[in-house]
């Protein structure tokens, strides 16, 4: 292809220039773009890292007693209302994380997901409890 010798053409420098400079300009963009993704795809790894890294694993065997999560449970319960049901007892282990409890009150079995359960605690024994007379103490 030929350019014409005229000064006035539509090839001078004064119309390839800003051309040239746009171009420039969106590669400079498309680059910042991928730098940011990049960036945002390492974030996004590190943040899972961290999350996955907090997650308790919970170590559970036959036999051992555990709360159950009320999971019919309203928006806005109350503030008393407990969120746990129990106690069950483990009785079988599946391999995709299923597990059966029995309860210990109507010995109903149940097969619910590992995440809903949580080891179950005894209270305070109060039978070995001493009460203390604060009007008289003892020194």
Known sequence: MKFPDEPDSLCTLSIIEPIVQEVFELDCQNKLEEDFLENLEIEDKETKVFHV?????K????????LLQHSKLKFFPGKLRSRWLGPHV???????????????????TFKVNDHQLKEYRKGFQTEHVEIMDLDNPIL
């Open 90 to 108: 483990i009785t079988k282990f599946f391999a995709n994380g299923a597990v059966e409890i029995q309860s210990l009150k109507t010995n109903n």
């Open 53 to 57: 890294a907090r997650i308790s694993k």
């Open 59 to 66: 170590n559970f065997t036959v036999g051992q007693k555990v």
